[in-house]
């Protein structure tokens, strides 16, 4: 971990699941910034460094990025595919979390290579552990991007 | 999980290494059955169910894949980019599971779509619990590749 402050990057259009990701991550401290974005073009401005996004130092690259599909603007999956084609940006883990089931979601997200896929629980409890989980597995045993 | 049975393919020549995983796997109960293959070549073989693997209720397709780099015959990196070059076996969660802290071994890593990179603790209690979380994410939380 180096000290090194960890990011997550959260890109969540509904302002529910938006509160109880970020309010259990910082709970539970796994990381020390979590930085919300509420459609696709803002994620990948977010990560190109543009516009809105251009300082680092306040939005600094994230070192895991928790992905929903159905968003305003650029949906997930095409935010998916432009991450992943990209040979600097393709380091970064990307985790699908939503409530789709639907084969079709599933199937894009494996074509376009994302390193997991998750569905959000309905019960609070279960959410509450899934994010304690996956965000313990993903930024302490998962090697850093960069 | 609908009570399916789980099943990790681990791909390791360490036999150290491998009791270590195997050992730990079956504690912590995340998954019915532990199949070792010990080269790239034999990965392979298992996966597309051909020459001694051909019958499938004896090695079932597996829900996961540890995948160790340094490897007899085929190495890592050469069955990681097949799986994941493959339509229907990308779907598979590889986990790069090695001592190499290399920067190029990430690099093609990263280039070939590995889902996780992760280096082998020196420590055994660190490793014991990193193969528990890691079990646990994959195999409950992760959405089953089929």
Do not use: C
């Amino acid at each position: 971990m180096n000290g090194e402050p960890l990011t997550i990057l959260l890109v969540e259009d509904n302002p529910d699941h938006a509160e109880l990701v970020m309010r259990n991550m910082e709970d539970f401290q796994v990381a020390n910034t979590i930085n919300l974005v509420e459609d696709g073009e803002a994620a990948l401005d977010y990560l190109h460094g543009r516009g809105a996004y251009a300082d680092r130092k306040q939005f600094p690259m994230p070192h895991l990025m928790l992905l929903d599909l159905r968003l305003p603007k650029v949906d997930g999956l095409e935010v998916l595919k432009q991450v992943k084609s990209d040979a600097y940006l393709r380091a970064l883990p990307v985790i699908i979390l939503t409530t789709s089931d639907a084969e079709r979601d599933l199937a894009m997200s494996h074509e376009f290579h994302a390193n997991s896929y998750v569905t959000k629980p309905v019960n609070f409890d279960e959410f509450s552990k899934l994010l304690k989980d996956l965000g313990f597995y993903w930024l302490a045993w998962n090697k850093k991007p960069w």
